[in-house]
C-alpha cells in the first residue's frame, strides 16, 4: 500500500472540531475548489501569494501543483508538511508547517489560509494551535515562526494569543510595491505557557524518519 512508502499519508492531528491530515486526491479537488472561490476579499492582498491576481481555474490548479511538489521534493533535511484542515467532513483550509535542517534546529515556520465561507469562526487560531502541538509535543520543536503583513489583523491576534513575540520584520516586493512583514516567533517555554485547545496526535511514530528524526524520538 502507498502509505507504507509514505507514512504521512497516516498521520492525523485533531481538535474537538477539527481533524489535520494530507488530502487524498479526492479531497485535494475540493480544497481546489475551495481556493478557487476564494481565501479573502476581492480587493485586498493580505499574502504574498497573489491570490487574487489568478482566475479561479488557475487558483485551483496552483494549489494541486503545491501539494504535489512539496511531497515530490521532501527530503528529511528540507521538507513542507501541507496540512488540509476538516471539519464535520469537509475541508476548510490549509495548514502549512516547514523546515530545514529541523534535526538540528528544532525550528518550523508555518502558513496557511482559510476558505471565506468558513472565515470568522475561529477555525485559523484552532488548527494553528493543532499544528503547535505537533512541532512541540509530537516532534520536539523547540521554537515556531510566522509571519504576517503588518496590517492583516487577524493573523497577527491569533499569533498574539498563542504567545508568539515579534521577531523583527522583513521587506518584500508585491505588485511593485514594497510591504512589510511583521516576524513572529514562539519557543517552547512560551507554549507551554499559552492556553490552548487539546490536540491529539495519531500515526506519528512511522514519520520520524521523513522528519529527519530517529524512530526513538
Do not use: K
Amino acid at each position: 500500500m502507498l502509505i507504507d512508502h509514505w507514512p504521512l499519508l497516516g498521520l492525523r492531528v485533531r481538535t474537538d472540531r477539527l481533524e489535520l491530515r494530507p488530502p487524498t486526491d479526492e479531497e485535494l479537488a475540493e480544497l481546489a475548489e475551495l481556493a478557487a472561490r476564494g481565501v479573502h476579499e476581492p480587493g485586498q492582498r493580505p499574502f504574498l501569494t497573489p491570490w487574487t491576481d489568478l482566475p479561479p481555474v488557475e487558483r485551483a490548479r496552483h494549489l494541486v501543483q503545491s501539494h504535489g511538489h512539496c511531497r515530490g521534493s521532501w527530503t528529511p533535511q528540507d521538507w513542507a508538511l501541507e496540512l488540509a484542515v476538516f471539519s464535520a467532513g469537509r475541508p476548510v483550509g490549509v495548514q502549512s508547517m516547514r523546515a530545514r535542517d529541523f534535526a538540528t534546529t528544532r525550528e518550523v515556520r508555518s502558513g496557511s489560509w482559510v476558505g471565506l465561507d468558513y472565515q470568522g469562526r475561529g477555525v485559523g487560531r484552532e488548527m494553528r494551535a493543532a499544528m503547535l502541538h505537533l512541532a512541540f509535543a509530537g516532534l520536539g520543536a523547540a521554537h515556531a515562526t510566522t509571519a504576517s503583513f503588518v496590517d492583516n489583523v487577524a493573523p497577527l491576534a491569533i499569533s498574539r494569543r498563542l504567545g508568539y513575540r515579534p521577531d523583527g520584520i522583513t521587506r518584500d516586493v508585491l505588485h511593485g510595491q514594497a510591504v512589510v512583514s511583521q516576524r513572529l516567533r514562539l519557543s517552547r517555554e512560551d507554549w507551554e505557557r499559552t492556553e490552548r485547545p487539546a490536540v491529539t496526535v495519531s500515526g506519528l511514530e512511522p514519520c520520524l524518519p521523513p522528519f529527519g528524526l530517529a524512530a526513538a524520538e
